[in-house]
């Protein structure tokens, strides 16, 4: 938020209740909007300017209050203390092996602001730090997104963003040396650094205009560059532009032997096309694999010119396929690892073999393959929960990582050949998670489909209906929730809370056909199936309504809102954060438009129109409604979920609110959508929600 603060601050006048404390008056305006003959009013359109100082006097208002009430809430400081205790531990990621014989990890020492990239001749040996973003900033906002070697190793770029934005920049280092070269790239965004020779490709958006909305304004036109080392970025080849399309995405990516670069194209459907070239044939041209952007696509190794490729066209539940560089479209593929009747979630190459990884009723299973796609092998995992794996296709070592709702990540070494499982890096905890239980339910939604739900609480816990509850969602874009460890759940659990995770429609658990049930018209399944998990909870005598919290982000934030303005009494407190708010004009604003293949847009059609107004969290508030107590997040930096979907909602909110709750909104500094945040940001975040969770379901 720029410009000098001139709203009066006497609309600030703080009168602090426990309750219900004093809000400012947020002013409206006759702002209206026609959509096909339906007019919308949008009093608060003004506070879609971040740049202006009249929002940034508002933010400061809200602040003020907010900041106000939580910090009078009796059990935050003691939850901040114990966040703390819970999340200082070592964090040791599995390692990475390169071309030049070193071994890379990250590693969080406890209370680190962002975990650090070491670097070590030999496994098990002295650890050196390579590049350590901590020192990138004084406070931690500056976050490391990816890092690329280059295939002699003799460089490696790093992508860095700044305050939670979307934006990225890119450095060079030289690896042997660990100094920083002069090469800097600014105004990338969803990218990395694909190398080729002594350069490398990425994406980026012209540099924007410099009005004061460059985290709000619409970002149109993904173009491709290559950057040959030791030049300014004002000398980049442009390598690819599709200004006829300029509402998508495109990124490349070289493979490990130069021989073959895929371009991707992304954002106008719930898939993807693929196109490929012959790095060897002077002035070849690009491919097409995919006969359109209805499925996704994706390479994951070539050998030789085989492509080995994920993807779901013709397989719901996901396969690998194999092309060939002479015939590589989509007719001529060749199925490796057929569609199962489990959701195939990714496939590892390692040492001549390949490590298909799949879910099942929403939690990881994993089997060994060869690479003509006989099954050898299934790979015990410690129990019900998360595994990632990691390894290389000439190489003989591969480690895994596992977690689940009671086990912290640790990292596990496989041998391929007798199939053993070691642990190589379990963390050492000053917390005891001996006394929890989780457990999978399965509960029917409103249309009589089957719901999974993990629940996750105490051993001893009664099921006499007075257990306060942490209810999370997501429900969208084809993306799984799967059992994961967070120490910040500890507090609650100690105090007698239940976490409870629902998978819902939307997601991508069960395949495509689950994510498409969850989109569009469709789009009312995700929240009946969160209400009815909210419903099975009280039924089954776990919490009662005074006892439950819904809490969600992003898509998970429209998750929240939408539920919390159709069944109101069926919460305590909701905790809407960074979400999509305004379902009529999300598309408006930096990326928005990526989501029109899940959501649609009120421009598609009267129907289309008509469906989201009937769901829009900010158009279904109602005046004189008793709502739970909210506690809406956001962040001045998100330009993934603008701040303006809260703003809106929080204005319109205080306004309907009958008064008996408390309605506030939370707006954090230097942050974004989420990633990258620093650890210090994140804990004190959660200890307001806890706090505030703590405080409005009346814990000790």
Same mark, same amino acid.
């Given at each position: 938020?720029?410009?000098?603060?001139?709203?009066?601050? #006497?609309?600030?006048?703080?009168?602090?209740?426990?309750?219900?404390?004093?809000?400012?008056?947020?002013?409206?305006?006759?702002?209206?909007?026609?959509?096909?003959?339906?007019?919308?009013?949008?009093?608060?359109?003004?506070?879609?300017?971040?740049?202006?100082?009249?929002?940034?006097?508002?933010?400061?208002?809200?602040?003020? %209050?907010?900041?106000?009430?939580?910090?009078?809430?009796?059990?935050?400081?003691?939850? *901040?203390?114990?966040?703390?205790?819970?999340?200082?531990?070592?964090?040791?990621?599995?390692?990475? =092996?390169?071309?030049?014989?070193?071994?890379?990890?990250?590693?969080?020492?406890?209370?680190?602001?962002?975990?650090?990239?070491?670097?070590?001749?030999? *496994?098990? $040996?002295?650890?050196?730090?390579?590049?350590?973003?901590?020192?990138?900033?004084?406070?931690?906002? %500056?976050?490391?997104? $990816?890092?690329?070697? +280059?295939?002699?190793?003799?460089?490696?770029?790093?992508?860095?963003?700044?305050?939670?934005?979307?934006?990225?920049?890119?450095?060079?280092?030289?690896?042997?040396?660990?100094?920083?070269?002069?090469?800097?790239?600014?105004?990338?965004?969803?990218?990395?650094?694909?190398?080729?020779?002594?350069?490398?490709?990425? +994406?980026?958006?012209?540099?924007?205009?410099?009005?004061?909305?460059?985290?709000?304004? /619409?970002?149109?036109?993904?173009?491709?560059?290559? =950057?040959?080392?030791?030049?300014?970025?004002?000398?980049?080849?442009?390598?690819?532009?599709?200004?006829?399309?300029?509402?998508?995405?495109?990124?490349?990516?070289?493979?490990?032997?130069?021989?073959?670069?895929?371009?991707?194209?992304?954002?106008?459907?719930?898939?993807?096309?693929?196109?490929? /070239?012959?790095?060897?044939?002077?002035?070849?041209?690009?491919?097409?694999?995919?006969?359109?952007?209805?499925?996704?696509?994706?390479? *994951?190794?070539?050998?030789?010119?085989?492509?080995?490729?994920?993807?779901?066209?013709?397989?719901?539940?996901?396969?690998?396929?194999?092309?060939?560089?002479? =015939?590589?479209?989509?007719?001529?593929?060749?199925?490796?690892?057929?569609?199962?009747?489990?959701?195939?979630?990714?496939?590892?190459?390692?040492?001549?073999?390949?490590?298909?990884?799949?879910?099942?009723?929403?939690?990881?299973?994993?089997?060994?393959?060869?690479?003509?796609?006989?099954?050898?092998?299934? !790979?015990?995992?410690?129990?019900?929960?998360?595994?990632?794996?990691?390894?290389?296709?000439?190489?003989?070592?591969?480690?895994?990582?596992?977690?689940?709702?009671?086990?912290?990540?640790?990292?596990?070494?496989?041998?391929?050949?007798?199939?053993?499982?070691?642990?190589?890096?379990?963390?050492?905890?000053?917390?005891?998670?001996?006394?929890?239980?989780?457990?999978?339910?399965?509960?029917?939604?409103?249309?009589?489909?089957? !719901?999974?739900?993990?629940?996750?609480?105490?051993?001893?816990?009664?099921?006499?209906?007075?257990?306060? %509850?942490?209810?999370?969602?997501?429900?969208?874009?084809?993306?799984?929730?799967?059992?994961?460890?967070?120490?910040?759940?500890?507090?609650?659990?100690? #105090? $007698?809370?239940?976490?409870?995770?629902?998978?819902?429609?939307?997601?991508?658990?069960?395949?495509?056909?689950?994510?498409?049930?969850?989109?569009?018209?469709?789009?009312?399944?995700?929240?009946?199936?969160?209400?009815?998990?909210?419903?099975?909870?009280?039924?089954?005598?776990?919490?009662?309504?005074?006892? *439950?919290?819904?809490?969600?982000?992003?898509?998970?934030?429209?998750?929240?809102?939408?539920?919390?303005?159709?069944?109101?009494?069926?919460?305590?407190?909701?905790?809407?954060?960074?979400?999509?708010?305004?379902?009529?004009?999300?598309?408006?604003?930096?990326? $928005?438009?990526?989501?029109?293949?899940?959501?649609?847009?009120?421009?598609?059609?009267?129907?289309?129109?008509?469906?989201?107004?009937?769901?829009?969290?900010?158009?279904?508030?109602?005046?004189?409604?008793?709502?739970?107590?909210?506690?809406?997040?956001?962040?001045?930096?998100?330009?993934?979920?603008?701040?303006? =979907?809260?703003?809106?909602?929080?204005?319109?909110?205080?306004?309907?609110?009958?008064?008996?709750?408390?309605?506030?909104?939370? !707006?954090? +500094?230097?942050?974004?959508?989420?990633?990258?945040?620093?650890?210090?940001?994140?804990?004190?975040?959660?200890?307001?929600?806890?706090?505030?969770?703590?405080?409005?379901?009346?814990?000790?």
């Amino acid at each position: 938020m720029k410009g000098k603060l001139f709203i009066i601050l #006497a609309m600030t006048a703080i009168a602090f209740d426990a309750c219900a404390p004093k809000l400012p008056q947020t002013r409206k305006d006759d702002t209206v909007d026609n959509y096909f003959g339906t007019e919308v009013a949008d009093p608060y359109r003004w506070l879609e300017d971040d740049a202006s100082e009249e929002t940034a006097a508002w933010v400061k208002a809200q602040n003020k %209050v907010t900041d106000a009430y939580l910090r009078k809430l009796p059990a935050r400081s003691r939850i *901040l203390s114990r966040l703390k205790e819970v999340a200082n531990y070592e964090k040791v990621g599995a390692p990475g =092996h390169k071309k030049n014989g070193k071994w890379y990890f990250y590693k969080n020492d406890g209370l680190q602001n962002q975990s650090v990239l070491y670097e070590m001749d030999e *496994l098990g $040996g002295e650890a050196r730090v390579f590049l350590d973003p901590n020192s990138l900033s004084d406070d931690g906002t %500056v976050a490391l997104k $990816g890092t690329y070697f +280059s295939h002699d190793c003799k460089y490696m770029a790093y992508v860095i963003s700044r305050s939670g934005s979307d934006w990225e920049e890119i450095f060079v280092m030289d690896v042997e040396s660990g100094q920083l070269l002069e090469d800097h790239i600014e105004w990338a965004k969803f990218t990395g650094a694909s190398w080729r020779g002594n350069g490398f490709y990425y +994406s980026a958006y012209d540099r924007p205009e410099g009005d004061g909305h460059e985290y709000s304004g /619409k970002n149109e036109v993904h173009k491709i560059y290559y =950057h040959k080392i030791g030049t300014a970025q004002s000398e980049d080849e442009l390598y690819f532009s599709n200004p006829a399309e300029p509402l998508r995405f495109y990124q490349l990516e070289v493979n490990e032997d130069e021989t073959m670069a895929f371009l991707y194209e992304d954002g106008a459907d719930v898939g993807n096309n693929l196109y490929v /070239k012959d790095l060897r044939v002077e002035n070849a041209s690009f491919v097409k694999m995919t006969p359109d952007m209805k499925n996704s696509c994706l390479p *994951l190794e070539t050998i030789g010119d085989k492509i080995y490729l994920f993807t779901n066209r013709g397989a719901q539940l996901n396969k690998l396929v194999a092309a060939d560089l002479s =015939h590589p479209s989509s007719e001529f593929w060749s199925d490796i690892i057929p569609e199962s009747d489990c959701v195939l979630e990714g496939a590892t190459f390692v040492d001549g073999k390949i490590i298909a990884s799949y879910l099942k009723d929403a939690s990881t299973h994993a089997w060994v393959y060869n690479t003509a796609g006989i099954c050898l092998k299934e !790979i015990k995992l410690p129990g019900v929960g998360s595994a990632g794996f990691s390894g290389r296709k000439d190489e003989p070592w591969c480690f895994y990582s596992y977690s689940s709702f009671t086990t912290p990540g640790t990292i596990y070494s496989y041998d391929m050949e007798s199939g053993e499982s070691k642990v190589y890096q379990k963390p050492q905890t000053a917390f005891d998670l001996s006394d929890l239980v989780s457990e999978q339910v399965f509960f029917a939604s409103k249309d009589g489909t089957r !719901i999974p739900m993990f629940i996750t609480h105490k051993k001893d816990i009664k099921m006499d209906g007075s257990n306060p %509850v942490y209810l999370y969602g997501y429900g969208g874009f084809d993306i799984s929730l799967t059992p994961s460890f967070s120490s910040s759940r500890i507090p609650f659990l100690e #105090a $007698g809370g239940i976490y409870a995770q629902v998978t819902l429609r939307g997601g991508g658990e069960y395949g495509e056909a689950w994510h498409l049930a969850g989109t569009k018209m469709n789009k009312q399944n995700v929240f009946d199936d969160f209400i009815g998990a909210a419903e099975w909870l009280i039924a089954q005598g776990y919490t009662k309504p005074e006892k *439950l919290a819904i809490v969600g982000g992003s898509n998970g934030g429209l998750l929240v809102g939408a539920c919390m303005t159709q069944r109101p009494e069926l919460y305590a407190v909701a905790i809407p954060q960074v979400g999509v708010m305004d379902m009529l004009r999300y598309h408006k604003f930096t990326i $928005g438009w990526n989501w029109a293949p899940d959501y649609g847009t009120s421009e598609d059609s009267k129907e289309m129109f008509e469906y989201l107004y009937g769901y829009s969290p900010l158009h279904n508030l109602k005046p004189g409604t008793k709502y739970p107590a909210t506690l809406v997040t956001t962040a001045d930096h998100d330009d993934r979920v603008v701040p303006a =979907h809260s703003f809106k909602f929080a204005a319109t909110l205080q306004e309907c609110n009958d008064g008996t709750n408390p309605c506030l909104i939370r !707006i954090d +500094s230097k942050a974004g959508h989420g990633g990258g945040k620093p650890l210090a940001k994140v804990l004190e975040e959660q200890a307001d929600i806890y706090g505030f969770i703590f405080k409005n379901l009346g814990m000790k």
